[in-house]
């Protein structure tokens, strides 16, 4: 079955930057619409951005819009999330996910401090 590993994590001040990355194996990222959602201490598990593997057509939560980028490297079999201009209300736990489907990685914490 497929592993889903996210890395990238980190404590970071408002304003600062982090690059998460979410490798997977065992499945090809070519084959499969891929996710990055979220999850901040006690509040439900939210979506922030996709990325199609068709046209690599990308869709982001309205509150991230113009902040965090999808990406992806065929070589690397590897989706990314560059996160600028993180706020304090950006932490929370980010996992990976092939889209309709139920794996899940452990995910990487993302703290932001004010």
């Known amino acids: 079955q497929v592993e889903l590993r996210e890395s990238g994590g980190g404590l970071v001040q408002t304003g600062g930057s982090l690059r998460l990355s979410c490798r997977l194996s065992l499945w090809r990222i070519s084959e499969y619409d891929m996710d990055w959602h979220r999850q901040a201490p006690g509040k439900a598990r939210e979506f922030v951005a996709g990325?199609?593997?068709?046209?690599?057509?990308?869709t982001y939560a309205d509150s991230v819009k113009g902040r965090f980028t999808i990406s992806k490297d065929y070589a690397q079999n590897t989706v990314y999330l560059s996160m600028d201009n993180l706020q304090p209300e950006d932490t929370g736990r980010y996992y990976c996910?092939?889209?309709?489907?139920?794996?899940w990685g452990p995910g990487t914490q993302v703290t932001v401090s004010s």
């Open positions: 990325i199609k593997y068709s046209d690599n057509s990308v």
């Open positions: 996910n092939p889209r309709w489907t139920h794996y």
